[in-house]
């Protein structure tokens, strides 16, 4: 009976993976009660022959309050079941068990030591809730509740508490987490963090300075414009570098050989090949892709690797009133752990901010009526902030020699590449964004 609510409501859950696919079975593989009222569950859902894994809060009421409705499951007898990641008077338990490191039948709360946590604060479901929920907890901590679980430990949590134990800047501070072993390996469920009440997302700032270009006279550059973003865009340059300095005193380090380097150009085209048989758009662009995989082939210098974030753009950059916070350590949603965890030059996290400035630049020209007149101002305000960021990290001791121009412009194009898959998957009127970036540009 429970199998089949919960089967019916899970298929039209926002962070369900599965949408589109008919699901054949739900059963509850692990259902913990942390209070009365309150079991934290595991799911596994097969869908054609696979199996993935969710996890739920469930409430148990015998009336439900109105703030309660949308959270509706089903009945079972008299009993509501609902969502219960929108019940502030639950969700305190959470909050409770980390702060005492409680242990519920193998589910364990932990907060991160020497840290107090303070129970008080109710909580609420982060409007922008995607593949993951997050809960904020007045203005103090935000919780995200990873929704499909993969076994091992997040590397967002690996990686803010190794850097929160060096006192490294532009991270938010990590409180606690919740862990369960799952087939036999350690798994995060969620983490907590500071929340950064004060701050604004990196792609609303970029955006809003787009915007602002937009409207000025043809005459203003980007430079005059009132919204001129190539100081944020220093300054955030000079952040990531030092984020990669903490990230290298604090995981192992290595060097790529010469003679392996051709590997890397070789794990670019794996992925185009991929890309290719999924997202037809791709194939008139493939001789221009390749050409550029083509001159990592031909480095002859050694390539230093380290952990890197994996998937950096503007979404995942905050401005405090003071300086940028880097969130999201978790490298692109969907890819293995392992790879996730792998050593990369940290010019993959430069390549990827480098394409989120085009993105911010562009995104606004689809459907504009004067996109034709707005495309070379947003090609000016691309290249102003991509180069400003590049002299921000070189500022902050990141190190982008000459003889790597070849290998961050692979780098750039591989994540074009990610991001053609990314846009036909989830936001198909996006595709052209990316597709740009194949498209040789005149010399200005
Ligand atoms: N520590 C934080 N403080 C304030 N807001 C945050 C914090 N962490 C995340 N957010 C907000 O939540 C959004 C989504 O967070 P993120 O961790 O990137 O989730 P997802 O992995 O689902 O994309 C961010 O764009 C940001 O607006
Ligand atoms: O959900 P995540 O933030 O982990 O990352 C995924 O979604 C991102 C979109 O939200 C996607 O980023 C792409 O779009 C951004 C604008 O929305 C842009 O700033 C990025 O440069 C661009 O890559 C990201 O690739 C994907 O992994």
Redesign the pocket.
């Known amino acids: 009976m429970l199998d089949e609510l919960l089967a019916a409501w899970i298929g039209r859950q926002r962070w369900f993976g599965g949408k589109g696919r008919a699901i054949d079975q739900l059963s509850v593989e692990s259902d913990v009660e942390l209070t009365p009222g309150l079991r934290h569950l595991i799911v596994a859902v097969w869908q054609e022959g696979s199996r993935d894994r969710y996890q739920l809060l469930l409430g148990e009421r015998s009336s439900l309050p109105d703030r309660l409705g949308h959270a509706l499951i089903g009945m079972v007898g008299d009993t509501y079941l609902y969502d219960a990641v929108h019940d502030f008077e639950r969700t305190g338990w959470l909050l409770e068990g980390m702060a005492h490191d409680q242990t519920h039948n193998g589910l364990r709360l932990r907060h991160v030591p020497g840290v107090t946590i303070d129970t008080s604060p109710r909580s609420l479901v982060l409007g922008a809730e ?2 993951n929920t997050s809960l904020v907890f007045g203005d103090a901590y935000i919780c995200k509740l990873f929704r499909r679980l993969i076994p091992g430990v997040n590397p967002e949590l690996e990686i803010v508490t190794a850097l929160a134990a060096r006192d490294a800047p532009h991270i938010a501070q990590p409180y606690g987490w919740i862990e369960t072993d799952l087939d036999g390996t350690d798994t995060t469920l969620a983490i907590m963090q500071e929340f950064l009440c004060n701050a604004n997302d990196g ?1 609303d700032l970029a955006l809003a300075s787009v915007r602002d270009l937009y409207a000025s006279l043809p005459e203003v550059t980007a430079a005059d414009a009132g919204g001129d973003f190539a100081a944020e865009s220093l300054r955030l340059g000079a952040a990531t570098a030092r984020v990669h300095h903490e990230l290298a005193a604090a995981f192992p380090t290595d060097v790529i050989e010469t003679h392996e380097v051709k590997r890397m150009a070789e794990s670019f085209r794996r992925r185009l090949g991929r890309a290719v048989a999924e997202v037809p758009e791709l194939r008139g662009h493939v001789s221009v892709i390749e050409e550029a995989y083509h001159q990592v082939d031909l480095l002859t210098h050694e390539v230093p690797v380290q952990r890197v974030h994996g ?1 950096y ?4 950059v905050m401005r405090t009133p003071t300086d940028w916070v880097v969130l ?1 350590f ?1 490298g ?2 969907g890819q293995p752990l392992a790879e996730r965890r792998a050593l990369y030059s940290p010019l993959r996290d430069v390549a ?1 901010m480098l ?2 400035f085009d ?2 630049a562009r ?1 606004l020209l689809a459907g504009h009526s004067q996109a034709a007149e707005l495309e070379p101002r947003a090609q000016e305000w691309a290249d102003r902030n991509r180069e400003a960021f590049l002299e921000g990290y070189g500022e902050g001791g990141g190190m982008i020699t000459r003889g790597d121009a070849a290998l961050l412009r692979a780098f750039e194009l591989s ?1 074009a590449v ?2 053609v898959v ?1 846009e036909a998957r989830n936001r198909p009127t996006w595709i052209r964004i990316p597709l740009a970036a194949f498209t040789p540009r005149a010399a200005p």
């Open positions: 995607q593949s792609w998937d753009h503007l979404g995942q999201d978790e692109e949603p990827g394409r989120s993105y911010a995104h994540k990610y991001e990314y």
